[in-house]
């Protein structure tokens, strides 16, 4: 079984240049980010929201069709060994 880093916001982080400028989310592009370190990835995104807010039930779905796949590879471990399984259950 494969979970993410803590959290699924998480995954967000590791493709936060890709979401930059959606949904009034702002990155503002730190060199060696980590994008698995922050404990509350869910407070982390609300931070850098206009709104102030992260909504899960409404921002989740938009991010989770707007992020960059490959920059969640490149970012997130846990998003890396997801795909790896995933990759294995999918030979046949």
């Known amino acids: 079984m494969v979970l993410a880093n803590r959290e699924y916001e998480a995954w967000f982080l590791a493709s936060a240049q890709s979401l930059h400028g959606h949904r009034g989310f702002v990155f503002d592009f730190p060199q060696n980010f980590d994008a698995e370190r922050p404990r509350d990835a869910?407070?982390?995104l609300g931070e850098r929201m206009a709104s102030g807010t992260y909504r899960e039930t409404t921002d989740q779905p938009a991010?989770?069709?707007?992020m960059d796949l490959q920059?969640?590879?490149?970012?997130?471990?846990?998003f890396r060994k997801l795909c790896s399984e995933w990759s294995k259950q999918m030979v046949l």
């Open 71 to 78: 920059q969640t590879i490149e970012g997130s471990r846990s």
């Open 42 to 44: 869910k407070g982390w």
């Open 63 to 66: 991010f989770s069709a707007l």
